[in-house]
């Protein structure tokens, strides 16, 4: 039902916020977002694979973000926890969608 989805999109919010058993980082220079393999992984076949091959290096997967503002990657974060947008300004939505093409999240387009 849809209050049932509504939790469940507030709790796998809560869990990217509050990093609750993260098991990826994502590095942008000296700042970091933290994130949930499985969750991730279910949303974008660029995080399946890449996390795939990460598996037997190590529990806390690292990734180094260059080309992508924090700001606009925990946006793109949330939609991936969540299917909400939550920052629907012009900058932002423009820089979501090079961003949802990188990591083959088709979904995005259908929701801005």
């Given at each position: 039902s849809a209050m049932n989805l509504t939790?469940?999109?507030?709790?796998l919010k809560y869990s990217y916020q509050n990093n609750l058993f993260s098991d990826v980082l994502f590095s942008f220079g000296d700042d970091n977002l933290y994130g949930h393999k499985t969750?991730?992984?279910a949303r974008s076949p660029v995080?399946?694979?890449m996390f795939e091959q990460n598996m037997k290096e190590k529990n806390?997967?690292?990734?180094t973000i260059t080309d992508i503002e924090?700001?606009?990657f925990?946006?793109?974060?949330i939609f991936l926890y969540t299917g909400v947008i939550e920052n629907r300004e012009f900058d932002t939505?423009?820089?979501l969608y090079s961003t949802a093409d990188k990591y083959e999240v088709t979904?995005?387009?259908?929701?801005?």
């Open positions: 939790e469940l999109q507030s709790n969750v991730l992984s995080f399946k694979k806390l997967s690292n990734v924090k700001s606009v925990d946006v793109f974060l939505v423009v820089s979904t995005l387009f259908k929701t801005c």
